[in-house]
């Protein structure tokens, strides 16, 4: 049944459907007293002499009549509108000169979690976004920008045409049954290295997850998830050399007892577990970037390359050369953060004094680790192979103020 009842001297009339196909006027009462023009008041019909369980019919109302009813008491919540605020378009309008925000930034900024957090009462030992995630001080983390400039779209772009290039690589020295010839001299080298070169990077890649993690902005997380995938497809590639030089010779199935036993690579392993095992965020960046990749990676590309074309190897260099590619993207955007930290007005020297400790600590065990990898492996001398990534590890250093330690013949003073 449907009746149409308005309050007293108050709302417009309001339809209510009454379940009942015979209601009562408690019916009726429920149904109006439970709406919004009630404000929470005791309803009552607009007629005296009348019972809750009088029936509607016995009143003459029928379907579609307009029932008036009192409210008495005092309103329980009020149902006026909201007054809309008022707005000055003026403040909220951004400055005409104010530079428009490229793609890179637009997707980037401000993606990061920022206090306070739902986790507050439970937070797990480790802290997750808060100033203490790292030791490292920074006025302003939003600050960073990469060098590349990479976000989802550019990067996936970059590195599927990498890909590609590299896919078409092995694909010919397939074909052509390229690494059949090979020297087995240098099979023998390959088939004690390649594939264990897989752990490396693997750990490089489990250390930027943590970066990417807890990183106390978007801008940093952006650019270290890049680094993941990275290390992630350089592990995968070193991986794909052992399985295509595993077609034609033996001993290139499991790598693992060589990356856990192997005298050449126990200091590396070592250094790669340390770095994993480092809960500070920042620290890791510098650790990872600035200090273990390039030397490892000049290490181990210096065995991978060395004399390859000469005896008779074109796949490896090509995809090394690949690789590569990558970690001079790493060293641009690990300086970028380098800079970050010490350029900061505020908290410059202690940034120092934290990465100077660290470098002291590390950079000489990387270079060792580095020269013991290379072994006597190389046709020219450890130190040389070395030679260009320890120049640039001291320059980024004595750039940024700090003293780096003595390593190889390659030593550079920050000016007194």
Not at 36 to 58: C, F, H, S, Y
């Amino acid at each position: 049944m449907l009746v149409y009842s308005r309050v007293l001297d108050e709302a417009a009339p309001e339809a209510f459907v009454l379940a009942d196909d015979d209601p009562t006027i408690a019916d009726l009462l429920a149904e109006v007293g439970a709406s919004r023009a009630a404000q929470g008041r005791l309803i009552e019909l607009d007629l005296d002499g009348v019972v809750p369980g009088t029936k509607l019919r016995d009143l003459g109302i029928g379907d579609g009549d307009l029932v008036t009813v009192r409210a008495t008491g005092e309103p329980a919540f009020d149902t006026a509108p909201t007054p809309k605020p008022t707005i000055d378009v003026d403040t909220l309008r951004q400055p005409a000169s104010k530079r428009r925000l490229n793609e890179y930034e637009e997707v980037t900024r401000l993606l990061q979690w920022h206090e306070p957090f739902h986790i507050d009462g439970g937070r797990p030992a480790q802290k997750v976004w808060a100033d203490d995630s790292t030791t490292l001080r920074c006025s302003d983390w939003e600050a960073y920008r990469t060098p590349d400039k990479l976000y989802y779209r550019t990067y996936t772009t970059r590195q599927a045409r990498a890909g590609r290039s590299v896919a078409t690589a092995f694909e010919f020295a397939e074909h052509d049954k390229q690494l059949a010839s090979v020297d087995p001299a240098r099979i023998e080298l390959l088939r004690n290295v390649v594939g264990v070169l897989q752990y490396p990077d693997w750990g490089l890649c489990v250390t930027h997850q943590q970066t990417t993690r807890f990183a106390l902005s978007s801008w940093i997380a952006g650019a270290t998830s890049f680094m993941m995938f990275d290390e992630l497809r350089h592990a995968q590639l070193y991986g794909r050399l052992a399985l295509a030089y595993g077609e034609h010779h033996d001993g290139f199935d499991d790598p693992r007892p060589a990356w856990m036993e192997a005298s050449r690579f126990q200091p590396t392993r070592r250094i790669i577990e340390e770095i994993m095992a480092t809960l500070d965020w920042g620290k890791a960046i510098v650790l990872a970037d600035l200090i273990v990749e390039p030397l490892h990676t000049a290490a181990a590309h210096g065995l991978l390359t060395t004399c390859s074309l000469a005896a008779g190897d074109g796949l490896t260099p090509f995809v090394c050369r690949s690789i590569e590619d990558d970690k001079v993207r790493h060293r641009e955007s690990a300086v970028a953060f380098l800079r970050l930290l010490t350029d900061d007005t505020a908290h410059a020297e202690h940034n120092r004094a934290l990465i100077n400790d660290w470098v002291t600590d590390l950079l000489p065990r990387a270079y060792a680790a580095a020269i013991t990898l290379l072994g006597d492996d190389t046709a020219s001398d450890p130190d040389e192979a070395l030679a260009e990534a320890a120049t640039w590890i001291n320059a980024q250093f004595t750039d940024a103020g700090i003293v780096t330690p003595t390593v190889g013949p390659v030593k550079v003073e920050v000016p007194a």
